[in-house]
């Protein structure tokens, strides 16, 4: 009969989350792990199949984080701007994680679809912007999905310790934010077509 595992899949996980918050996506390595858990790397990989499944949980957890704390947000009023601060907030108190789920390199460019596939912001902000600004299915995706870029901006310059803002600066922030981009979708602008910048001729041309 082989020997009870002395630590659970979950165990490593979450000291592997944890190595990841205190020094960052590269330090989850087997060495590190394993110095953490006080053992060999040999139930790592009896556990796992390799390192790539193990960060692959990892970040799973670190999903399940952020989005324990986007969806606290439901408890206020306007829920979709707490939303937004609240993914700041965890951009903040925990920017290794940040930096391992929205800051990581893909192997190629990808949708904004496929890189919400994972629901880190539940749906259901979608619905709430639907029905309390009446706006249709597509105007209230097409709002969401630019808060978001604009939150995220505002993020990474937390993450990276660039900038600190109080709850009050966030506010005004993405409430003017938000305010812009409702007038932009109630004036039925989705379909306008905006040009890009062209370079300016010569005036000797």
């Known amino acids: 009969m082989p020997p009870k595992p002395r630590f659970t899949r979950e165990q490593m996980v979450d000291a592997g989350l944890e190595l990841v918050r205190q020094k960052g996506a590269d330090a989850l390595t087997a060495r590190e792990l394993a110095d953490v858990l006080g053992c060999s790397a040999r139930p790592i990989f009896t556990a ?4 790539d499944e193990l960060r692959s ?3 799973k957890a670190a999903r399940m984080l952020v989005s324990s704390y986007a969806n606290e947000a439901m408890k206020f009023d306007p ?4 939303a937004g601060m609240q993914i700041i907030l965890f951009a903040s108190r925990e920017p290794n994680l940040f930096k ?3 800051m990581s390199s893909f192997d190629k460019p990808t949708s904004f679809d496929e890189v919400f596939s994972s629901h880190i912001v539940d749906n259901k902000f979608e619905e709430v912007i639907s029905n309390v600004y009446s706006l249709s299915s597509k105007q209230a995706r097409y709002l969401f999905e630019h808060m978001w870029i604009y939150t995220y901006g505002i993020s990474v310059l937390c993450a990276l310790n660039q900038c600190n803002f109080s ?9 003017a934010e938000f305010l812009s981009l409702l007038e932009y979708v109630r004036n039925n602008n989705l379909e306008r077509q905006l040009d890009p910048p062209e370079r300016v001729k010569s005036g000797n041309a």
């Open 167 to 175: 709850d009050a600066e966030l506010s005004n922030l993405l409430g």
């Open 79 to 82: 829920p979709f701007k707490k």
């Open 57 to 59: 949980e990892v970040k």
């Open 100 to 102: 391992m789920i929205f």
């Open 48 to 51: 796992f199949e390799n390192m």
